[in-house]
């Protein structure tokens, strides 16, 4: 049976789940003034192995349910894909952080920065008292490494987004708390250089079962890897990410749908996931993806640029390739584009097809919410049958970093850092990863360093959807911008009266308005600098 964290110990008794709360709550006055364990004791906590064990799960504990906005939930990963120029969502919520809107009171950048500081002072605080716990050594250090992991993962993705953050390494008062000065993203950067390669050498390649989701060497590396991706220090990347490989404990599934599903959340190919388990630490991402004709709120639309991606059978992009259709654009595709995308009238789920057609009587029609659909629903994550979970009560795991993410990496690295790319490393790793059974795209043979990192980038962009890379991406990359100013579309509708289309029939969708020099980073939230009149601000906020 799968255990999360040893989740089902920590529900057992009120006494642990207490303490559990006391780990994920908190009344302090700002985010970084949070000392979980200020309700307890000294006197009854930090005394056994199993209160250690207890602490480990609250600095894991990201919420379940319907969990906000952060770095390790579904619904967050997706939110910074649609974000990055991959799709919108009703309430124009990913929209509203590139379209030229993003102000210092959004609520859902606001809550990237609290849930990634809420953990960071569950993380102090555990390294804070778990020298005190009389324990196996090697069990506690192995803890330790573990909670440094996570902390640098968060101080990461802070830096990343919002550049120059306070890096709190210890728990705080409040006046101290409402005094920290931002630091240099350089400086945050070089630190969580440092914890990760610290923890990657004390953790272990892999965990058994029961300990599916902890932190290990090889997810460790694997955010190290994108950290110096980000840095562009490509030859230190590869090695990074050739260690993973040299492991030999990770491959490429042969199925590819069923890695988003219960049945492929044990895979070979999964370094990292959220945990969760139905009836007891489920989630409801399936709520906000399934199409309402099947009950769900169809929150999210995928855009039209996303689905051009996705090549023709024959390895060529649409802009090439003798295969594709203008009259039947979705035929002939790489196989991923079924498996991420539900396309109306051809997308089957639960013996029904999916169909967005206007002007009909189907719930999900493009005239339901006029300007709210693009015409197409996410289907990856949908899981296939409603035995194994419903809308609100999902157990499915959310993959963080999979095999693919390292080979497509190394690849990358590689060929940035000039040291050379030959056919037995595209069959290597790319090759890999597009020849999976499920998928069989015809292998890249190209050496050309400028045709092949269009190929890798576009790679990324189909094979990690709504995985939560490509904010990463456009962002390392540089096209942050010009991925966003422009109009977006939606699914094909020739002459549909009453629809504006481009000049190849796609419905005329969303724009973005992307600001250059000021949207590449986010805002501080303004209610943290009301707190802390010593946090300054990103430029043009």
Not at 302 to 327: A, H, M, W
Request: net charge neutral; glycine share 6%.
């Amino acid at each position: 049976m799968k255990k999360i964290f040893n989740i089902k110990l920590l529900l057992k008794t009120s006494v642990a789940l207490g303490v559990a709360m006391a780990f994920t709550t908190g009344c302090k006055k700002n985010f970084l003034d949070r000392q979980p364990l200020s309700a307890i004791s000294d006197a009854t906590f930090w005394k056994t192995a199993n209160d250690a064990t207890l602490a480990l799960n609250g600095v894991y504990d990201t919420g379940a349910g319907f969990t906000n906005y952060n770095f390790w939930s579904g619904l967050g990963m997706i939110n910074l894909d649609l974000a990055a120029g991959n799709g919108s969502e009703k309430e124009s919520l990913p929209d509203n952080i590139t379209n030229g809107a993003l102000n210092t009171a959004n609520g859902v950048t606001g809550t990237y920065y609290s849930s990634s500081y809420r953990q960071i002072a569950r993380c102090n605080n555990f390294l804070a008292n778990i020298g005190q716990v009389p324990m196996d050594a090697s069990t506690k250090n192995i803890m330790i490494a573990e909670v440094r992991a996570i902390r640098a993962y968060d101080y990461f993705n802070l830096a990343l987004y919002f550049g120059d953050v306070p890096l709190v390494q210890k728990l705080l008062s409040t006046a101290e708390a409402n005094s920290v000065t931002r630091t240099p993203k350089a400086d945050v950067w070089a630190f969580c250089e440092t914890e990760l390669k610290a923890a990657a050498t004390a953790l272990p390649n892999t965990v058994p079962a029961a300990q599916q989701g902890h932190m290990t060497a090889a997810s460790t590396l694997a955010i190290l890897g994108r950290l110096q991706m980000a840095q562009k220090k490509w030859t230190d990347a590869a090695t990074t990410y050739k260690a993973i490989i040299d492991m030999n404990a990770y491959s490429i599934d042969s199925r590819y749908r069923e890695l988003f599903l219960n049945a492929g959340e044990n895979s070979p190919e999964v370094l990292l996931s959220m945990q969760y388990i139905r009836d007891t630490y489920s989630h409801a991402l399936l709520q906000y993806l399934t199409p309402e004709t099947w009950g769900g709120w169809h929150q999210f639309s995928p855009f039209n640029e996303l689905v051009k991606d996705f090549e023709c059978i024959d390895g060529r992009p649409i802009t090439q390739s003798p295969l594709y259709d203008r009259n039947n654009p979705y035929n002939n595709r790489d196989p991923r584009l079924d498996f991420n995308i539900m396309i109306s009238d051809r997308t089957v789920f639960r013996g029904r097809t999916y169909s967005a057609k206007p002007g009909t009587t189907f719930v999900d029609r493009l005239d339901q919410y006029p300007g709210v659909w693009s015409g197409y629903a996410i289907y990856k994550f949908l899981e296939d049958d409603p035995n194994v979970a419903t809308t609100s009560n999902d157990g499915n795991n959310f993959p963080l970093i999979r095999y693919a993410e390292v080979l497509l990496g190394y690849l990358e690295s590689r060929l940035e850092s000039g040291t050379g790319v030959d056919q037995a490393l595209l069959d290597a790793t790319v090759n890999k990863v597009r020849g999976r059974a499920t998928v069989r795209m015809p292998a890249v043979t190209t050496l050309d360093q400028t045709a092949l990192r269009t190929i890798v980038r576009r790679e990324r962009r189909v094979e990690f959807a709504f995985e939560g890379l490509r904010y990463y991406d456009c962002l390392r990359w540089g096209i942050i911008a010009s991925e966003n100013n422009q109009q977006f579309t939606g699914m094909k509708l020739n002459n549909t009266p009453g629809y504006q289309v481009d000049a190849d029939g796609y419905y005329i969708y969303k724009k973005r308005s992307f600001v250059v020099g000021k949207n590449e980073l986010w805002p501080i939230p303004q209610s943290e600098r009301d707190l802390n009149p010593q946090l300054t601000q990103n430029p043009g906020y």
